[in-house]
């Protein structure tokens, strides 16, 4: 609920801080997962934008989007 560097926020995506999608990514193959999922952050407070720019926001889901692809060529 607190104001936070953005470079602990940015760590709740994927392919940022210590999380290891892989296992997770290979749990939902094994199940045969066909739903959708989604590159989700929180920013403090809530209802600002991730980055300033629409462009930088996108720029960092993109990053995340590949970062998921690779783990589930890993999967």
Same mark, same amino acid.
């Given at each position: 609920?607190? !104001?936070? /560097?953005?470079?602990?926020?940015?760590? @709740?995506? /994927?392919?940022?801080?210590?999380?290891?999608?892989?296992? #997770?990514?290979? =749990?939902?193959? *094994?199940?045969?997962?066909?739903?959708? &999922? @989604?590159?989700?952050?929180? !920013? &403090?407070?809530?209802?600002? /934008?991730?980055? !300033? &720019?629409a462009e930088q926001t996108t =720029? *960092? #889901?993109?990053?995340?989007? &590949?970062?998921?692809e690779n783990c589930l060529a890993? =999967?």
């Open positions: 609920m607190k !104001p936070m /560097p953005k470079d602990e926020e940015l760590q @709740q995506l /994927p392919g940022r801080g210590k999380l290891d999608f892989v296992p #997770i990514v290979k =749990a939902l193959k *094994e199940v045969r997962f066909g739903g959708y &999922t @989604q590159v989700f952050m929180h !920013p &403090t407070p809530r209802g600002i /934008p991730i980055l !300033p &720019t =720029a *960092e #889901i993109n990053r995340s989007r &590949t970062y998921l890993k =999967a």
